[in-house]
C-alpha cells in the first residue's frame, strides 16, 4: 500500500526558533496533502491544505506566516513553525489522498516540543 | 458541511466480550466514511472504510461498521474483543471520494480488560 513518511519522527527546540517538518509520499504522487495536529488527549484537527506549486490553504484559526507550508514537489511537503512558542508543542501529522475511494495515507507524526 | 459525533469518550470491555463504538456524521454530500485507530505513540492506522458500495463493510483484524443512512450512524463492532484492540479509535467523515480533507471524531479510547 501506499506510504507516507515524516522527517524527524520527534524534535525538541528552544522558544523562538523555527522547525522545518518533511512529509514525503514515498510510492506515489500527491498534489495534495493536509497537515492536521493532535494535542494530548484530543482529536485530530486540521491545520492546512498543501497544493503542489501554489499557496497553502489555512483552515481559521490558523496563522499562515506562523506555520508555513511549502508544497515544492509532487512527493514532498513541508511544514515550518517559525518563532516556536511552548504552546506550539504537539503532535504534527501529515496525510495524502489515494486514489479515489481509497481514502487518505497518513504519515507517523512529528512530536514538537518547545521549550 | 460535514461533522463526526463518537457518542462515547471511552468504553471499557473485558477480553472475548463484544466491542461497540459509535459514531454518528453530518454531511452535506453523499460521504465517504472511515475508522482509523492510534495506537499510543503510533501513527493512524485504516480500519475500515465506507464510500457507497456496500453498507456492511468488513476491516481489518475482525472489525466491522454498518453504514446506516436513515439512522446517520457508521458503528464499528467486533465480535470478540483482544488486548491488542486497546488503543484510540477515531470516526472520520469525508465529502465524496475521501481525497478531500477529512474531519475527525474526538475519539473513543477501548480499554480491554483481562
Known amino acids: 500500500g501506499a506510504v507516507v513518511s515524516q522527517h524527524p519522527s520527534w524534535v525538541i527546540c528552544k522558544s523562538g526558533t523555527s522547525v522545518k517538518i518533511e512529509c514525503r509520499s514515498l510510492?506515489?504522487?500527491?498534489?495534495?496533502m493536509f497537515w492536521y495536529r493532535q494535542f494530548p488527549k484530543q482529536s485530530l484537527m486540521l491545520m492546512a491544505t498543501s497544493n503542489e506549486g501554489s499557496k497553502a490553504t489555512y483552515e481559521q484559526g490558523v496563522e499562515k506566516d506562523k506555520f508555513l507550508i511549502n508544497h515544492a514537489s509532487l512527493t514532498l511537503s513541508t511544514l515550518t513553525v517559525t518563532s516556536a512558542h511552548p504552546e506550539d508543542s504537539s503532535f504534527y501529522i501529515c496525510?495524502?489522498?489515494?486514489?479515489?475511494?481509497?481514502?487518505?495515507?497518513f504519515g507517523p507524526g512529528t512530536r514538537l516540543t518547545v521549550l | 458541511a460535514q461533522s463526526v459525533t463518537q457518542l462515547d469518550s471511552h468504553v471499557s470491555v473485558s477480553e472475548g466480550t463484544p466491542v461497540l463504538l459509535r459514531c454518528n456524521y453530518s454531511s452535506s454530500y453523499s460521504p465517504s466514511l472511515f475508522w482509523y485507530v492510534q495506537h499510543p505513540n503510533k501513527g493512524l492506522q485504516l480500519l475500515l472504510k465506507y464510500t457507497s458500495a456496500a453498507t456492511l463493510v468488513k476491516g481489518i483484524n475482525g472489525f466491522e461498521a454498518e453504514f446506516k443512512k436513515s439512522e446517520t450512524s457508521f458503528h464499528l463492532t467486533k465480535p470478540s474483543a483482544h488486548m491488542s484492540d486497546a488503543a484510540e479509535y477515531f470516526c472520520v467523515v469525508s465529502p465524496g471520494t475521501g481525497r478531500r480533507a477529512l474531519t475527525f471524531g474526538s475519539g473513543t479510547r477501548l480499554q480491554v480488560q483481562p
Open positions: 510510492d506515489f504522487q500527491a498534489t495534495t
Open positions: 496525510s495524502a489522498p489515494g486514489l479515489a475511494g481509497d481514502g487518505q495515507f
